[in-house]
């Protein structure tokens, strides 16, 4: 095999369900990101204001199966490394937009803190691309604020297009379309 293909492959990444069997991993990630200094575990469905593990999780699956009316499914993946089993990122995806989610669009991301800038949020927004593709969507919306560069690279290093622009709450944010 050449380099090339042998970097890839130490490189790729899987999606991964979360489960009660995952929870010290899952634990381990968060704590990452708060000893990182930051307040959120981007694309986790919340996972930063649980104290509860099993709550996090059993909200996790509800709005992935069944969710209430008015309430887009959505669901949240990990982001496995299959060369080693760590967890790398974590991204979640609302199958539809209600007028309620259209500012923060149909897909959020994250990649822990200490594996950041190595091309993983790349390559999991592309993984989570092709699982858009078989909920059918065609486009797909990308939010984040106007000043997270990386975000917005993430988003057009797979294909997103600014299409908007527009202040919330005192923030400037953006809008990245994707036709899939
Ligand atoms: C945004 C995030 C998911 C990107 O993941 P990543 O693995 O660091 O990104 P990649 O290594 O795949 O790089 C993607 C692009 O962003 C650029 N990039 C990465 N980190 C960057 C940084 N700190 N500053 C500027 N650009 C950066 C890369 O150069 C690349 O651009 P290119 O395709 O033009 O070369 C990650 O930085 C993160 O978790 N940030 C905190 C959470 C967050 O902000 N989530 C998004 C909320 S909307």
């Known amino acids: 095999m050449s380099d090339r293909g042998m970097r890839m492959d130490r490189n790729e990444l899987v999606l991964v369900s979360p489960s009660k069997d995952m929870e010290h991993e899952i634990l381990q990630y968060k704590e990452e990101h708060f000893a990182f200094g930051d307040r959120q575990v981007h694309g986790s469905g919340g996972l930063a204001f649980d104290d509860s593990f099993d709550e996090w999780l059993n909200r996790i699956r509800f709005i992935r199966e069944k969710s209430p009316e008015n309430i887009a499914l959505t669901s949240t993946f990990f982001s496995r490394r299959v060369s080693d089993g760590k967890l790398i990122g974590c ?86 379309l994707i036709e899939l």
């Open 91 to 176: 991204v979640k995806i609302h199958h539809t937009l209600t007028e309620e989610l259209e500012s923060g669009g149909h897909i959020a991301y994250g990649i822990r803190p200490s594996e950041r800038g190595k091309g993983y949020g790349t390559q999991q927004l592309e993984l989570c691309l092709e699982y858009a593709g078989q909920l059918k969507l065609k486009r797909v919306i990308i939010a984040c604020d106007k000043d997270n560069t990386a975000s917005a690279k993430t988003a057009m290093s797979c294909g997103g297009k600014l299409v908007k622009e527009f202040e919330e709450d005192g923030i400037l944010k953006q809008h990245y």
